[in-house]
């Protein structure tokens, strides 16, 4: 290798080190401590901290319990005709993630970017050849109709995208059938991909609200729930921080008790030295049967639970939520005003993006926390794979090498199908070392529409919120530079010259030449002495904007009234 491609190569080592190196030096916390920012965000502003409790507070273990709810959800679908062949299917948790769209019309699982363009098609355990999809989808898009498409954005969807694959790739398969374009033909019987996702949905539907899902959940908690004596401490921390810590949840009365009784049953309170105390006690005021995400909207009545017997009282409660008293349904406005809280006073943490995340988001304000658990996984593949995605960048090098020579006066173009292979290949790899449909984040260098909704939606998110635990109550969550490909492609320290006189819009710095600016200075004066003139009769106030003296730029969005008006 010749020297200026070697020094090209070091450049672009260095700059990749130097963001590498930026990034750390924002936060310098373990990875596995660590939460990450999408907007900057000021704890020691938050007055209140609030708390969903499935797969946030209570986190059940994976893979056993997707591999429960796959059993049930499958054992009610044989209950409602489908065929024994179902039984020969078992829970695969290699192969779902969630944040895909099931399309009910093709029967095809999509991976797809923030515009809905596919990264990935599968038709059962089929992957789609490029050409296949075209076929389906023209120009590999699809718009999110909600008619016909079904997003599976939660941890209890897991379960769902694999059964869905195991249905159409069973009913596909089955000797004797014919494959169309919505559905399968066996026999005088035909099997739309509507119809078998409607059934799989309301078999779901069941499972979670009538079947025994629930039931074998609290018969069996330490084998599906995982508990961290860390919790109570944690909490009584926040609220010696002065702000207050709520539940709500939409879970019932009889499983959050089991639940809850379970995460803080430990014989000693939040210190060895402190007695043992009831899960309540840790909160200014619990909220269940919430409906969320319909509770950020009209909800429904708000009502105080019997502890005694799990039954609503009657009538719509009216007066303060006291500590230790259970209230069920409400909305955010009858809440919010109850508990005296404006929209950014709170932090609300859970894990459904659209149910906990977006809505309270969108409709009410509050700042949000999302829990990711797969970021274990997606952290360790992202540094156990390192040479991987070095490869890729010093594939990305020589391609940009291949062309720096060439101009538009260049006839014979090189050949990169070699490159584009091994960039290809590369990428394949990538992908597979986080499953069978890749990251939950990314296909190569594509965000998913899972992750542009994080970065849309979620201030902070992390894999568990108790990293809180490693932050002091005071910190100050920086969001990183979001850049754009002409800011991260381009180094500070390369020198920019522009190939013709460039007009700068700054008033304190110009390329201008010297003469230039001072002929300018002296129009502007000259039009400033004349308006000042005319402003003496009333004319006109403002000829031309005064430069700002003091912040006028409100990048952080819990900034204050008062610090902005210190601010300059």
Known sequence: MDFVNYELREKIRSIIEDNNSFQLKVDLHSPNNRIFVNRSLHLEKIKFFGFDMDYTLAVYKSPQYETLGFNLVKSRLLAMGYPNELNQFHYDPSFPIRGLWFDSHYGNLLKVDAY??????????????????????????????????????????????????????????????????????????????????????????????????????????????????????????????????????????????????????????????????????????????????????????????????????????????????????????????????????????????FGDILKSKKIRGWRTFLIIPELVHELHVWTAECKLFAKLQSLDVTLGETYKDLDSSTLEKPDISDLRSAIRQVTHEMDLAYGMLGSLFRSGSRQTFFSSQVVRYADLYAATFLNLMYYPFCYMFRAPAMLMPHESTVAHEQIFVADSPVFSRSRQTSVLEEKEKEATTAHVNAVSSKAAEQNSSGAVTHVRPETPKKVTHHHDEDDSEEESDKSG
């Not at 739309?192 to 069996?220: C, M, P, Y």
């Not at 909207?297 to 105080?304: D, F, N, S, V, Y």
């Open 116 to 353: 809905g363009n596919i990264l990935i098609c599968c038709h059962g355990f089929r992957f789609l050849k490029q050409s296949e999809i075209y076929e389906h989808y023209p120009n590999k898009f699809l718009s999110l109709d909600e008619s016909r498409v079904y997003v599976l954005n939660t941890l209890f969807n897991l379960p769902e995208t694999y059964l869905l694959a195991c249905l159409i790739d069973l009913f596909t398969n089955t000797p004797g059938s014919t494959a169309t374009p919505a559905g399968v033909k066996c026999g005088d019987l035909f099997m739309s991909f509507k119809s078998i996702f409607q059934d799989v949905r309301n078999a779901v539907d069941w499972v979670h609200e009538k079947g025994d899902l629930k039931l074998k959940t609290v018969e069996n908690l330490e084998e599906y729930v995982v508990k961290d004596d860390r919790l109570p401490m944690l909490l009584t921390r926040m609220r010696e921080s002065g702000a207050k810590v709520f539940l709500l949840t939409n879970s019932e009365y009889w499983f959050t008790e089991k639940i809850m009784t379970y995460l803080f049953d430990y014989p000693h309170g939040p210190m060895l030295k402190d007695p043992h105390r009831n899960w309540k006690t840790y909160f200014d005021c619990i909220v269940l049967d919430a409906r969320k995400p319909l509770f950020f909207k009209e909800g429904t009545i708000l009502r105080r639970v019997d502890t005694s017997t799990g039954a609503l009282r009657i009538g719509s409660h009216t007066g303060p939520l006291q500590q230790e008293h259970v209230y069920s349904g409400g909305s955010c406005d009858v809440f919010t005003q109850l508990i005296g809280a404006k929209g950014k006073d709170v932090l609300y943490i859970g894990d459904h993006i």
